[in-house]
C-alpha cells in the first residue's frame, strides 16, 4: 500500500483542487449569466444605475461588460432593458408585441430589439429600432411600435422592428438627455408597456 | 512506512479558500479580458478605415458583432491609447448640430470622462489623456490650453457617439464631424512624462 498511497494521494489532491478552481470560475460565471443585473425596475423594464460608472462593484462592472460594454453613466444615459413582456412571459423572436407609451422626457429616446446573443436581428432594410423621430403620435400624445418577424404591413412600416429566427430577445430602452427627474428617480419613468400580440407560431 | 493520513479539514479550508479566490479572480478579470480584447481587435483589425489616429467603423448594421448591444442610431469612431508611450492629445473641431458625445474607457470598462455637445457647445474639444502616475497640478501647467484628463488605466479607449438618422444630409455632416476628431501622441511629451 506504501508503494502506491503517495501517488494515489498526489492524483486526489490534485484532482480536489482542480475541482475546487472549477468550482470557482464556474460559480463566477453562473452568477454572471444566469442573476439578471441588479437595478431599478419600471414596469417590465429595469434600469442599472451603476452602468458605466466608477462606483460600479465588481459583479456589477462584469455583468456590464458582458453585457453591455462600453455603456454611459446615467447623466449622460439611462439604459433599461428587458426580456419579458408585461405579463412576466419571456419575450421571443418568433412571436409579435405591441410597444405602447408615452414618449420618455429625454433629449432623445430608442427602442432597440437585439437576439439571445445580444446582437442586432438580421433584416434586409436595417430597420433595428424606433424612436422619436420614427413614431408617429397619436392624439393622446401617445407612441405605438410593433416587434415581430416581418409580415406583408411591416414593410416600409418605420414603427416596426423586424426579429429573425427564434429564441430569446432583450428590448433596451435608450434614454439619452433625460430630464432630471427620470435621472434622480428612473423607477418613476412611466415605461412603455409590452404586450404580445396573438398567439405564437 | 505508512504515510500520514491525509488531514481533510486541513484541505477542506485550503479548498475553500482556492474556490473563493477563483471566484473573485473571474469577476475580477471579466471586465479586464473583455476590453483588451475589444483593444486589441480594434487596433489589429486591417479592413476598419483609419484616420488622424481614429477608427471609422462603418454605420451599425447587424453584421457588426465586435460589441455587443451596438446602438443602430449611433455612428461611432474609436481611438485606442497605450499611455506607456507618451501622453495622447484628443481635438475635436465641429459644428455638427445634434447629438455628440466623447467618452473615454478604462481598460476596466469604467467610463471615466465624458464631454458632449451641450459641455462643449461650441464645438471644440482639446484634451490631454494622461496616465495616473502623473502630478495633474504639474500636468495642467506642462499641458496648459488642454484640458487634462487622468486616466485610471495605462491602457483605454475613447469613443465618439454621433446621433444620426436615414437622412442622407445628417449621414454626410455626422461623419465630417468624426472626421475632424484627432488622436494623437502629445508632442510634449518630453516635458509632461
Known amino acids: 500500500m506504501s508503494r502506491h498511497a503517495r501517488p494515489q494521494r498526489i492524483l486526489l489532491l490534485t484532482g480536489v483542487y482542480l475541482l475546487a478552481v472549477i468550482l470557482g470560475v464556474g460559480s463566477a460565471w453562473l452568477w454572471l449569466t444566469r442573476v439578471g443585473i441588479s437595478g431599478v425596475d419600471a414596469g417590465a423594464w429595469r434600469v442599472n444605475l451603476l452602468a458605466g460608472s466608477q462606483d460600479a462593484d465588481a459583479y456589477t462592472r462584469a455583468r456590464i461588460a458582458l453585457g453591455a460594454v462600453l455603456a454611459l453613466g446615467r447623466s449622460e444615459t439611462l439604459y433599461y432593458t428587458t426580456d419579458h413582456d408585461d405579463l412576466g412571459d419571456s419575450l421571443r423572436a418568433e412571436c409579435r408585441y405591441r410597444i405602447e407609451g408615452l414618449p420618455p422626457p429625454a433629449r432623445w429616446w430608442s427602442v432597440t430589439a437585439y437576439a439571445a446573443d445580444h446582437f442586432l436581428f438580421p433584416n434586409d432594410q436595417k430597420r433595428y429600432s424606433v424612436n422619436g423621430e420614427t413614431v408617429t403620435l397619436d392624439d393622446a400624445g401617445r407612441f405605438s411600435a410593433t416587434i415581430g418577424p416581418p409580415a406583408d404591413e411591416s414593410r416600409g412600416d418605420p414603427a416596426w422592428i423586424p426579429t429573425a429566427g427564434r429564441g430569446g430577445m432583450r428590448l433596451t430602452l435608450r434614454l439619452y438627455g433625460a430630464s432630471e427627474s427620470v435621472q434622480r428617480a428612473p423607477g418613476s419613468l412611466a415605461v412603455p408597456s409590452i404586450r404580445r400580440v396573438g398567439e405564437c407560431p | ?193
Request: glycine content about 4%; charged content about 20%.
Open chain 2, 1 to 193: 512506512m505508512n504515510p500520514k493520513p491525509l488531514n481533510w479539514t486541513r484541505h477542506l479550508l485550503r479548498v475553500s479558500v482556492v474556490v473563493v479566490l477563483m471566484h473573485g479572480l473571474t469577476i475580477w478579470a471579466v471586465p479586464r479580458l473583455i476590453m483588451d480584447r475589444i483593444i486589441d481587435l480594434g487596433t489589429a483589425d486591417s479592413s476598419l478605415e483609419r484616420a488622424n489616429g481614429v477608427t471609422l467603423p462603418p454605420p451599425t448594421d447587424h453584421t457588426q458583432r465586435r460589441i455587443v448591444m451596438p446602438s443602430p442610431d449611433l455612428l461611432y469612431a474609436t481611438c485606442f491609447f497605450d499611455l506607456a508611450d507618451g501622453p495622447i492629445r484628443v481635438t475635436l473641431s465641429t459644428d455638427y448640430p445634434r447629438y455628440w458625445s466623447i467618452a473615454l474607457y478604462a481598460s476596466t470598462s469604467d467610463n471615466f470622462f465624458i464631454v458632449n455637445d451641450r459641455s462643449a457647445p461650441e464645438g471644440r474639444v482639446d484634451l490631454t489623456i494622461l496616465p495616473s502616475s502623473h502630478d495633474a497640478a504639474t500636468s495642467k501647467v506642462q499641458h496648459h490650453g488642454t484640458q487634462v484628463v487622468i486616466s485610471p488605466t495605462r491602457r483605454g479607449m475613447l469613443l465618439m457617439r454621433l446621433l444620426v438618422n436615414e437622412d442622407p444630409a445628417v449621414r454626410v455632416s455626422a461623419e465630417a464631424a468624426r472626421r475632424s476628431l484627432r488622436c494623437s501622441r502629445d508632442a510634449r511629451r518630453s516635458a509632461a512624462v
